[in-house]
């Protein structure tokens, strides 16, 4: 079989900001909802092995389909603001969209499904238009929608199935804002309401079965901060008739009676117990999975509970009395986030997770001690991402959303692992304004713009460029000498009210005498400003040390745009940062270039009459192309340095008008070929250009040529191109290779070769696209190549060389890696094979 062309490396993502969005499989998969397709994310490999593509909005509840033999599930099903079910089934190692439920209109919020005769699928979902429904659907993969409970003007915020014990019965469990747990049982081909559970003074939030030998436990919670644990049991005929003894205290039992083809059985529910330990509303309940030995089932009676005050709490009976009692509370402390979701349990009981209001997933796992510590897990942007830059030396990641932070990933090899898995292991900027563009400027040095008139300018901190070092491998010597050591401050902490992150040097940690605390100079002393913490890190670091203690202090602000920043690019001699806003007039639309050396404002270049929507310098450093929703594209050229002025300066070059623009539609995006020679630009009128030559090679020295016109066939790629890149490294035929983003999501790749006729076409060859489960689910907002050839992480893996190491070293430029920054809330890094292409 051929190697594949494209192959995903790493997706980073993270889970929606629903309550019943994450599943966790006994198979060991989580399943979780991001954005409007659900992630497939092995906790053991580190890695998300599996993107499913489906729905057109928002996924809001994710559900695995648990057998009752406790082997690895077959089906999954997902909810979403679309309206819409779907239920994924696993053949052959893929999950593949099996059959779809139409009916409801509104978002579903919650579902759940149990197996029922004939290995037909009962799912019982519940939406925003006040309705519960049950469906049945069978192996000719058809749906039927069975029932359709009407709530009048209540939602109802969860359900759960079961089988009635004793029988194959299914009893559905809704909660909802009435604050009561309504039970409906289906007998004969009916669904009946069997009794509406008392006893919480606010929304119920959750609702899960778990089956113990012969009886029911359901637990439900709410937001009066409370979890209620009720015990469903068979009654025999004669417990049913026998008078009450006064004279024992026992819970009060509900009694209902169901009949199952002429069969009439009874059964009592009575109020186990009431937990009480959370102080803010409980959203999510999960009993531990039960386990399958020596032929049958064992339920251990161990329940988890997830709460907005940012904990998690695993309660269990004690065994001498009975009493149900608090185990285990983790939880996280500090950043400015609201707290948990939703929780899951391991199918074994040694992990588990919740997810937050910041879509972070939060693993704990239990050591051999039995203490409970924090897991290195997925982690990725809960909004759109804007941009995304690699480091000059291709080694990390920097990418900008609209979830206003700033991350940055890098991959990372633990010590007994076979493959390296990429992580976030910094959040520099966690700001104030939605984020929409970045430049790198040197490896540790990067501006950044938001919706705000500033740009602001971040530099690394000493403790990150350890951590840094630490978890790449490489010597930290080498990258404090790289980075100016001797001034780099600690770390950065943000004040209470403010947007800025603020230095923390070596001398704001030392920990202040008796005397000093006594004597408090102004009323600010009295609070503490810096939360920042210095960590030794030797794996990523969880969420919460994400959000306080890995912040880059800001070096700079730059003024100067009147509206908000929206695009910026910096050049390979990292002297100059080009910046442009949103703009409706042309005195707005001018392109700003700043010093890096001194970050002053080295010169406006007014040409368009709107937004510029991205620039490019070219690698030589000596043009700079942008490109703008008037349709049309500048080039600016730089001036030879003169006494007078040393600081360079540009001046137009070249650009087209509204005769001689080809683009019909706003141009998107832009780049350059590695060689400085053309440059690329793609738009929302579907065709990809490239224009050139820019320079001449046979002078010996850069003479520019008079005209720069088309120098390609118009490629038209059937979707609105938002992103376009050249890779850095040529083809084996001195054919230029070039990605393209598009609004749908998907990336094509193209190998344009300049000799051939550009007039019939044969100039463009695709040579590759990414297939549905690699694709982006929204548009692509930006693509980068890596700078260098090779894959992340796997260069140094033979430092000692025990191997072979020409053939490796051959093998590894073989390949060239692609990022991708999308609607979808991913960043996604693709491993290309140049020699498959």
């Known amino acids: ?127 925003s238009d006040s309705t519960v429904r049950l469906w049945l659907c069978n192996e000719a993969k058809e749906a039927e929608c069975l029932h359709t409970l009407s709530f009048g003007s209540s939602f109802m915020m969860d359900v759960s199935l079961a089988l009635l014990p004793g029988s194959r019965v299914p009893i559905l469990a809704c909660g909802g804002d009435n604050s009561q747990v309504h039970l409906y049982v289906q007998s004969n081909g009916e669904l009946q309401k069997a009794m509406s559970l008392q006893g919480h003074e606010d929304w119920v939030c959750g609702v899960a079965w778990a089956s113990l030998g012969g009886e029911l436990l359901l637990a439900s919670c709410s937001q009066d901060c409370l979890i209620r644990v009720w015990r469903l049991c068979a009654k025999s005929g004669t417990d049913a008739r026998v008078e009450d003894n006064l004279t024992i205290i026992k819970m009060k039992e509900d009694v209902f009676e169901v009949k199952d083809r002429d069969v009439s059985s009874v059964f009592a529910v009575s109020l186990e117990t009431v937990l009480a330990g959370h102080e803010n509303w409980v959203y999510g309940v999960h009993w531990q999975p039960p386990l399958y030995k020596g032929g049958e089932l064992q339920q251990s009676l161990s329940l988890l509970s997830a709460s907005m005050d940012k904990t998690m709490i695993l309660w269990a009976p004690e065994e001498g009395s009975g009493v149900w009692v608090e185990q285990v509370r983790v939880g996280e402390v500090g950043g400015n986030t609201l707290g948990f979701y939703g929780c899951q349990m391991s199918p074994d009981g040694s992990m588990i997770v919740a997810h937050a209001f910041h879509g972070a997933l939060h693993l704990w796992c239990k050591d051999k001690e039995g203490h409970w510590r924090p897991g290195v897990v997925i982690s990725g942007h809960f909004n759109e991402v804007q941009d995304l830059s690699w480091d000059p030396e291709g080694e990390f990641i920097l990418s900008v959303g609209s979830d206003q932070t700033t991350r940055l990933y890098t991959p990372w090899r633990k010590q007994d692992a076979k493959q390296a898995t990429w992580h976030e292991i910094s959040r520099p900027q966690i700001h104030g ?74 001398g704001d940690l030392a920990p202040k005498t008796n005397k000093e605390e006594r004597q408090f100079n102004s009323v600010s002393d009295q609070y503490q400003e810096s939360y920042f913490h210095p960590l030794i890190m030797t794996e990523p670091p969880p969420e919460d040390h994400l959000l306080q203690n890995t912040l880059w202090p800001e070096v700079q602000k730059l003024y100067g745009h009147g509206f908000e920043m929206f695009c910026l690019a910096s050049d390979s001699a990292r002297a100059v940062v080009a910046s442009a806003c949103k703009a409706s007039k042309a005195e707005h639309a001018a392109v700003l270039l700043w010093s890096t050396a001194t970050w002053r404002q080295l010169q406006t270049l007014p040409c368009h009459t709107l937004t510029v929507t991205q620039m490019a310098f070219s690698p030589d450093a000596q043009l700079l192309l942008a490109v703008s929703r008037d349709r049309t594209w500048s080039l600016w050229r730089r001036n030879l340095p003169t006494p007078e002025s040393p600081e360079p300066q540009f001046s137009l070059y070249a650009h087209t008008g509204k005769d001689t623009a080809i683009h019909s539609r706003i141009i998107w995006s832009c780049d350059w070929s590695p060689d400085s020679k053309y440059f690329v630009t793609s738009s929302r009128d579907k065709k990809v250009i490239v224009w050139g030559p820019c320079r001449l090679e046979e002078s010996g020295h850069t003479m520019l040529l008079p005209e720069i016109k088309p120098c390609s066939s118009i490629l038209d790629v059937g979707d609105s191109a938002t992103a376009v890149a050249f890779c850095p490294v040529l083809c084996s035929d001195n054919s230029y290779l070039l990605a393209v983003g598009l609004e749908c999501g998907r990336i094509l790749l193209y190998r344009w070769s300049p000799g051939q006729e550009p007039a019939r076409g044969h100039d463009w060859s695709s040579c590759g696209e990414t297939d549905t489960s690699q694709s982006h689910a929204l548009r692509v907002k930006r693509l980068r190549w890596r700078p260098r050839t090779g894959r992340v992480g796997q260069e140094n893996h033979n430092k000692d060389g025990q191997t072979d190491g020409e053939s490796e070293v051959e093998e590894e430029s073989s390949w060239v890696q692609l990022a991708s920054a999308s609607a979808d809330h991913s960043v996604k890094i693709f491993n290309i094979n140049k020699r498959a292409l």
């Open 433 to 506: 304004y939605d984020m929409q563009c970045l430049a790198m400027v040197g490896r540790f040095q990067f501006v950044s713009g938001a919706d705000e008139k500033v740009l602001r300018v971040f530099q690394a901190p000493r403790n990150f460029v350890e951590n840094f070092a630490n978890i790449s491998g490489t010597s930290r010597e080498k990258l404090l000498t790289s980075s100016d050591s001797a001034n780099l401050p600690e770390g950065a902490s943000t004040p209470a009210l403010g947007l800025s992150n603020k230095a923390v040097f070596q």
């Open 1 to 127: 079989m051929a190697a594949p062309v494209i192959e995903t490396c790493h997706v980073a993502c993270c889970a929606n900001r629903t309550p019943n969005v994450v599943s966790w499989g006994r198979g060991g998969t989580i399943a979780f909802g991001t954005c409007t397709s659900v992630a497939l994310y092995d906790p053991q490999e580190r890695r998300v092995v599996a993107v499913l593509n489906g729905h057109t909005g928002r996924v809001n509840t994710v559900q695995w389909i648990h057998r009752e033999d406790c082997a690895p599930e077959s089906h999954l099903v997902s909810g979403g603001s679309d309206s819409r079910l779907i239920v994924w089934e696993v053949k052959n190692g893929k999950v593949i969209q099996s059959l779809e439920c139409k009916g409801h209109t509104g978002p579903v919020c919650a579902v759940d499904a149990i197996y029922v005769e004939d290995s037909k699928i009962l799912v019982a979902s519940s939406a």
